[in-house]
């Protein structure tokens, strides 16, 4: 870091501080030519300086071939660049867990849905099956009510055509049916 600033020779080229997940600062000048051949202006942190002083990027590391996070800021006072890079692995396992659990959640919610729209089809189908089959039940016993009313009608229209008296009693001595000849007498 002091490096930069007490030796004039590095000149005005960019520098970059560079703070490792071990806590250990380190500032470095680059110039536009690095030792390993590769001309830094072009990389794509400088080159999103020039459009703005801070944000972010994604890369694939040239050493490595992993891709990164890189999160970068110009320092306005002085001519250092602030960098943080994390492995988009690393820096994307907590959202990929939680969607994982996420989508274990939605099977299991999913798949109660379904066994409960089952449940309920087949209720809903017995229900249809028990209301015909009670439907068929009442239309019969209408019938036969129907049936049993004209029987009786008929059956006590020839009562009261016959000349003898006829009544029923119960056991307590109700009349509970009397023919005409009876009511006549």
């Known amino acids: 870091f002091t490096d930069y600033y007490d030796n004039p020779d590095l000149g005005p080229d960019r520098a970059v501080l560079l703070v490792g ?12 030519e690095s030792e390993v051949g590769q001309n830094l202006g072009k990389s794509p942190m400088f080159t999103l300086i020039d459009r703005a002083p801070s944000g972010q ?15 970068y800021r110009a320092l306005p006072d002085f001519p250092l ?10 820096a994307l396992a ?13 099977l299991f919610f999913t798949l109660f849905v379904a066994i409960f729209c089952l449940v309920l089809f087949r209720a ?18 209408r ?5 049993l009313k004209e029987s009786r009608s008929l059956f006590s229209a020839f ?4 000349p003898a008296v006829v009544f029923v009693q119960d056991l307590e001595g109700r009349i509970q049916y009397s023919n005409q000849a009876y009511k006549d007498l």
């Open 94 to 106: 907590p959202f990929r867990r939680r969607a994982a659990e996420f989508r274990l959640s939605a």
């Open 21 to 32: 997940r071990d806590g250990i600062v380190r500032a470095r000048r680059f110039q536009r």
């Open 143 to 147: 019938k036969a009510e129907e049936a």
């Open 124 to 141: 809903e189908r017995r229900t249809r099956r028990d209301n015909a089959s009670l439907t068929a039940e009442l239309t019969e016993r």
């Open 57 to 71: 990027y994604v890369v694939t590391g040239v050493i490595d071939s992993q891709r990164r996070f890189v999160s």
């Open 159 to 162: 009562l009261d055509h016959i």
């Open 81 to 90: 660049i602030v960098a943080v890079s994390d492995l988009t692995s690393t």
